[in-house]
Nanobody, 119 residues
Framework: QVQLVESGGGLVQPGGSLRLSCAASEIIFSIYYMGWYRQAPGKQRELVAAITFTGATLRTYADSVKGRFTISRENAKNTVYLQMNSLRPEDTAVYYC???????????WGQGTQVTVSS
């Protein structure tokens, strides 16, 4: 059974930083990518950032987070991180980790972790 365990969410003031972590365990397939998605109340779930775990390292970011968020990986631990800097109230959402066999295939989801940016 595939398990995605997320951590690092919380409440932070505007301009602050958080670091999210997601570790995949009991994987029965070769992880090709891991990514972060977020969903705010009343809005569609959207891709925040993603990174490949095999082959050449490829990254992608939503336009709204470019220059503020950084995604990174530890292949040996099947772990992905999201460093979130200069946080804004509009970043408030539930952040979900996902992984799959193909680029952005989203075969599995974590439970999500709440990020709240508020003064």
């Amino acid at each position: 059974q595939v398990q995605l365990v997320e951590s690092g969410g919380g409440l932070v003031q505007p301009g602050g930083s958080l670091r999210l972590s997601c570790a995949a365990s009991e994987i029965i397939f070769s992880i090709y990518y891991m990514g972060w998605y977020r969903q705010a109340p009343g809005k569609q779930r959207e891709l925040v950032a993603a990174i490949t775990f095999t082959g050449a390292t490829l990254r992608t970011y939503a336009d709204s987070v470019k220059g503020r968020f950084t995604i990174s990986r530890e292949n040996a631990k099947n772990t992905v991180y999201l460093q979130m800097n200069s946080l804004r109230p509009e970043d408030t959402a539930v952040y979900y980790c996902s992984t799959g066999r193909f680029w952005l295939s989203r075969d599995y989801w974590g439970q999500g972790t709440q990020v709240t940016v508020s003064s």
